[in-house]
C-alpha cells in the first residue's frame, strides 16, 4: 500500500482486495479509511468542458431552427399574413447555417484540444478493450446481456453514433452551400463541382432526407440519455448543462477513459 | 447563290424590309447578347458586309423541335436573310433534295469548305451497339457527327439532346445516347440546351461570330454566357411572390390567377440557367413562367433525370415506388424509430424489475449505485478482463 497516496486509491485497493479473498484483518487505520472513502461512494468527475456543452447546445438550437425553416423552404405550405416571409425564413436558415458551421469547426478543434473525454481517440475504437465494449452496449441495447462496462464519458456505442452523425452533420453542411451555390459568390466557387458533378436533385433530396435522419436520431438520444440518467442515477442529464457527472470511485478506476489520473483530480 | 455575298441590304431592300427595322433587329441582337445599344451600328454594319458561311445541319434522335423553333425565328424577314448569309447547305427536314443527291450535298459542302463551314447538330448521338439505333443513308450518325463536326470551324449544338443525349438518354435509355462533346472531343462546340433552344440564341451567337470574328464567351458546359449566365429565379417577374411567400397552392386557385410564384408546383427557376424571363420566345411574347407553368429547367444537364418531377419540389427517393415522397420516407423513418424506442423503453423497465428482485443493491442507502459489484470489479465484463484496465484495484491484488 505504501505506493498509493490517496486516500480514495487506498480505499479501492482495500476492497479489492478483501474481494479477492484476503484473509488479513484491517487495521483500524484501515477499516476508517473504508469507512469515510468508500469506493461505491459517487464523487464528482469534470467530464464535458465548456466548448463541449456549448457546440452541443448550439447544434440542438440550430437545428431546430434549420428543421423549421428548412420544411418551409422545402414546402412552403401557409399563406402569409405578412410579407418576406420566405425571404425571412431564408435569411433566418442562411445565419442558423453559419452558426451550426461555427460550432462545427469549434467541436472539431475540440476532438484534438480537449480532454480524454472528448476527444477524438474517445470516438474511434483503437483498442481492443474498446471494440469489446461497443459489442457489449449493443448486446445491451438488444437485451442479450445485464451488465455494462463502466465509462465516464461516450459509451462506445454512443461514440460510433455520434460519429455517424458529425459525418451528417459534415454531409447536411456541404449539400447546403452545395443547394447555395446557384446564387454564385463563395458558395459557387467551393461547391459549385457538387451540383455540376450530381445534380441539384440528388443533392437537395440527400440534404431533406438527412434532415429526417437527423430528427429521428434525436429522439432515440434523448431517450437513451433520460433512461441512462435514470437507470444508472449519474447525473447524465444535469452533465450537459454542468459538466459534471456523479460516479463510483470504483467505477472511475474500472472505466476505459477513467483511472488513477481522473480519481486523483475527482471529488 | 453567290449573290447572297453581295449585300445584306439589297436583299432586304428587295423584300421590303426598311433600313429601320434591320437597325431594330440588331439592337434587339446587342440587347440579347448583354451589350450596350450602341454596338447595334456595329453589328448592323458587320452584317452588312459579312460574307457566306455555309451550314450543314444534321439530326440524330430528335423531334425537330429545334428546327420548328429556327424555322420560326421572330423578325422572320431579317433572321431569316442573316440565317441566309449563313446558307443552309444540308438541312434534312427544310432541303428539297432527297436520298443520294442530299448525301453529296452534304460531302460536297465538307470538301469545298474545309474548317470554314458550321456545323449545327440536333438530336441526341447513340453510341450504344455500334451506335446502329440512328443511321442515315446507311452511316452510324455517330460517325456522321464525327466526319462533319471534326472538319467544322465550329459546331453548335442545339437542344437539350445533342447537349448531353436529353430525352433518349434518360432514365438510362438503352441506345446510349450522348451529346455532341461527347463524342466529337476535339471540335469546338457551342451549346444552346433547351427544349427547344430559343432561335434568338441562336442568331445571337451567329451574329456574335459575324460580329466580333470569335464565338461568344461559354460557362463549363459550353453555353454561352450571355443566354446562360443567370438563373431564371433572379430574373423572374414572379420572384416578388416567391419572397414574399405568396405561392399557387393549386392550379387555378385564386393566388394561380393573380399570377403569384408557381415554387411549390415544383417551378425549377431556383436552380435553372437560361435568358427565357428576358428574351422569351414568339417575338418576346412570352415564356413558360409568364404563361401560369413552372419552368422545368430544360437548359439544364441532365434534366429528364434532374429536374423530374416536373410538378413537385423534391425527387423521388431511389428504391421506393414512385408514388412514395421524401417526405413519407423520412416521417416512416422517424415513427419506426420512436415506435421502437418506446417499446425499448417498456422492455428495460421489465428488465430493470426483474433486476431489483433477483440483485439486492450492495451499496444499501448510501450509494444509490444500480451496478452489482461483482459486474463492475469483477471478471464478468470484458473490460476487466483486459490488460488495459489498469484500474487501482488491480495493482493493489
Keep these: 500500500m505504501a505506493e498509493m497516496t490517496s486516500p480514495a486509491l487506498q480505499a479501492v485497493a482495500l476492497e479489492a482486495a478483501a474481494e479477492s479473498g484476503s484473509e488479513a484483518p484491517l487495521t483500524e487505520e484501515e477499516g476508517s479509511l473504508l469507512a469515510t472513502q468508500l469506493p461505491w461512494q459517487r464523487v464528482r468527475v469534470y467530464v464535458w468542458e465548456v466548448p463541449v456543452r456549448i457546440t452541443h447546445w448550439a447544434a440542438v438550437i440550430t437545428v431546430m431552427i434549420l428543421t423549421v425553416t428548412g420544411a418551409y423552404i422545402a414546402d412552403p405550405f401557409v399563406v402569409p399574413a405578412t410579407d418576406f416571409v420566405m425571404q425571412t425564413m431564408r435569411f433566418i436558415h442562411m445565419v442558423a447555417a453559419y452558426v451550426f458551421l461555427a460550432s462545427g469547426v469549434l467541436r472539431t478543434y475540440w476532438l484534438f484540444a480537449g480532454n480524454e473525454f472528448s476527444n477524438w481517440r474517445a470516438f474511434i475504437p483503437t483498442t481492443r478493450r474498446h471494440w469489446a465494449e461497443f459489442r457489449g452496449q449493443t448486446a445491451w441495447y438488444l437485451f442479450l446481456r445485464r451488465d455494462l462496462p463502466p465509462i465516464l464519458g461516450h459509451n462506445a456505442l454512443a461514440a460510433g453514433t455520434y460519429m455517424v452523425i458529425f459525418f451528417l452533420f459534415l454531409t447536411q453542411t456541404i449539400t447546403g452551400f452545395a443547394l447555395e451555390s446557384v446564387h454564385g459568390g463563395l458558395a459557387a466557387q467551393l461547391w459549385g463541382w457538387l451540383p455540376a458533378l450530381i445534380g441539384i436533385s440528388t443533392v437537395r433530396i440527400v440534404h431533406h432526407l438527412i434532415m429526417w435522419v437527423i430528427l429521428a436520431f434525436m429522439i432515440h438520444h434523448v431517450y437513451s440519455a433520460i433512461m441512462v440518467d435514470h437507470w444508472e442515477r449519474n447525473g447524465l442529464m444535469s452533465s450537459i448543462f454542468a459538466g459534471y457527472k456523479f460516479v463510483t470511485r470504483r467505477d472511475i478506476q474500472n472505466a476505459r477513459d477513467g483511472g488513477m489520473e481522473v480519481q486523483e483530480r475527482s471529488n | ?397
Excluded at chain 2, 421590303?16 to 440587347?31: D, I, W
Excluded at chain 2, 445541319?57 to 423553333?69: A, F, H, L, P, V
Excluded at chain 2, 439532346?161 to 472531343?185: I, K, M, Q
Design chain 2, 1 to 397: 447563290m453567290d449573290d447572297i455575298a453581295l449585300g445584306l441590304e439589297r436583299l432586304l431592300a428587295e423584300r421590303g424590309v426598311s433600313r429601320r427595322t434591320f437597325l431594330k433587329f440588331s439592337v434587339a441582337m446587342a440587347a440579347t447578347l448583354m451589350l450596350p445599344p450602341i454596338v447595334g451600328t456595329k453589328i448592323a454594319r458587320a452584317l452588312s458586309a459579312a460574307k457566306r458561311i455555309p451550314v450543314i445541319w444534321i439530326e440524330g434522335q430528335d423531334c425537330c423541335g429545334n428546327t420548328e423553333s429556327f424555322l420560326r425565328a421572330s423578325h422572320p424577314t431579317v433572321s431569316e436573310l442573316v440565317l441566309g448569309i449563313l446558307s443552309v447547305d444540308y438541312h434534312e427536314t427544310i432541303m428539297a433534295a432527297a436520298g443520294t443527291a442530299a448525301e453529296s450535298a452534304r460531302t460536297a459542302t465538307m470538301q469545298a469548305f474545309p474548317n470554314g463551314y458550321i456545323a449545327v447538330v440536333e438530336g441526341a448521338i447513340p453510341l450504344a451497339d455500334g451506335g446502329i439505333y440512328c443511321t442515315v443513308g446507311g452511316k452510324a450518325f455517330s460517325s456522321i457527327v464525327k466526319d462533319v463536326c471534326g472538319g467544322a470551324l465550329a459546331t453548335i449544338a442545339v437542344g437539350s439532346c445533342a447537349f448531353d443525349g436529353g430525352l433518349p438518354r434518360a432514365n438510362g435509355g438503352p441506345t446510349g445516347a450522348t451529346g455532341v462533346s461527347a463524342v466529337v472531343p476535339s471540335a469546338k462546340v457551342i451549346n444552346l440546351p433547351g427544349c427547344p433552344m430559343n432561335v434568338q440564341n441562336l442568331t445571337a451567337t451567329i451574329v456574335h461570330y459575324l460580329t466580333f470574328g470569335e464565338f461568344p464567351a461559354t460557362d463549363s458546359y459550353g453555353r454561352p454566357l450571355f443566354a446562360y449566365g443567370q438563373l431564371i429565379h433572379d430574373q423572374c417577374e414572379r420572384r416578388a411572390h416567391f419572397d414574399a411567400g405568396r405561392y399557387v397552392q393549386e392550379w387555378g386557385d385564386a393566388g394561380h390567377r393573380q399570377g403569384w410564384c408557381l415554387y411549390r408546383m415544383g417551378c425549377k427557376g431556383p436552380e435553372t440557367f437560361s435568358n427565357c424571363p428576358t428574351a422569351m420566345f414568339n417575338d418576346a411574347t412570352s415564356w413558360p413562367v409568364k404563361a401560369g407553368h413552372g419552368c422545368v429547367g430544360c437548359t439544364m444537364p441532365d434534366f429528364w433525370d434532374q429536374m423530374t418531377p416536373f410538378y413537385g419540389r423534391l425527387a423521388h427517393v431511389p428504391g421506393f415506388p414512385m408514388d412514395v415522397t421524401a417526405d413519407q420516407v423520412g416521417l416512416a423513418l422517424v415513427t419506426g424509430v420512436a415506435g421502437l424506442t418506446a417499446l425499448h423503453a417498456g422492455a428495460s423497465y421489465v428488465r430493470h424489475k426483474g433486476e431489483e428482485r433477483r440483485t439486492p443493491t450492495p451499496e444499501g442507502g448510501t450509494g444509490g449505485g444500480v451496478v452489482p459489484a461483482a459486474a463492475a470489479g469483477g471478471g464478468t465484463s470484458p473490460a476487466s478482463s483486459t490488460d488495459t484496465n489498469g484500474s487501482g484495484s488491480e495493482q493493489a491484488v
